[in-house]
């Protein structure tokens, strides 16, 4: 198991603005992906998550545009767990091209573990045994 994940997409039609550039708000959704493919590569995921009473939200995101991508450019997400508390996850994400020497977009992301009432509370064991 790991902290670290790459994930491989590319931007479709629908991903961007008349000009065939993408959207700004995509770029969220291109890190959240990656976050979640990062769970099922760790054979989690989050209906399991749900269903623990574990609901993850984004509580900050920090985001540094340096480069637009454009429509049908292939790139990949890189995911990293940059640290930790009992109830949050800070990720370290970047969007780079393939041969990843040009990075378009990086981010940090601080998600924190709530329950189904909204209040906040531990991280579920099974995300522990990740992290170590």
Same mark, same amino acid.
């Given at each position: 198991?790991?902290?670290?994940?790459?994930?491989?997409? !590319?931007?479709? !039609?629908?991903?961007?603005?008349?000009?065939?550039?993408?959207?700004? !708000?995509?770029? @969220?959704?291109?890190?959240?992906?990656?976050?979640?493919?990062? @769970?099922?590569?760790?054979?989690?995921?989050?209906?399991?998550?749900?269903?623990?009473?574990?609901?993850?939200?984004?509580?900050?995101?920090?985001?540094?545009?340096?480069?637009? @991508?454009?429509?049908?450019?292939?790139?990949?997400?890189?995911?990293?767990?940059?640290?930790?508390?009992?109830?949050?996850?800070?990720?370290?994400?970047?969007?780079?091209?393939?041969?990843?020497?040009?990075?378009?977009?990086?981010?940090?992301?601080? @998600?924190?573990?709530?329950?189904?009432?909204?209040?906040?509370?531990?991280?579920?064991?099974?995300?522990?045994?990740?992290?170590?």
């Amino acid at each position: 198991m790991s902290s670290y994940f790459s994930f491989t997409q !590319s931007v479709y !039609s629908e991903d961007v603005d008349q000009y065939s550039i993408v959207y700004h !708000s995509n770029y @969220l959704k291109y890190f959240e992906r990656a976050r979640t493919e990062w @769970l099922l590569a760790n054979n989690l995921n989050l209906t399991s998550c749900a269903q623990q009473g574990h609901y993850f939200v984004v509580s900050n995101a920090n985001i540094d545009f340096k480069k637009p @991508l454009k429509l049908h450019d292939k790139f990949i997400v890189d995911c990293e767990i940059q640290s930790h508390t009992k109830a949050s996850l800070t990720f370290k994400q970047t969007i780079k091209c393939l041969d990843k020497k040009m990075i378009f977009c990086s981010a940090q992301i601080l @998600l924190i573990n709530i329950n189904e009432s909204g209040k906040i509370t531990r991280i579920p064991n099974s995300i522990k045994e990740i992290l170590t």
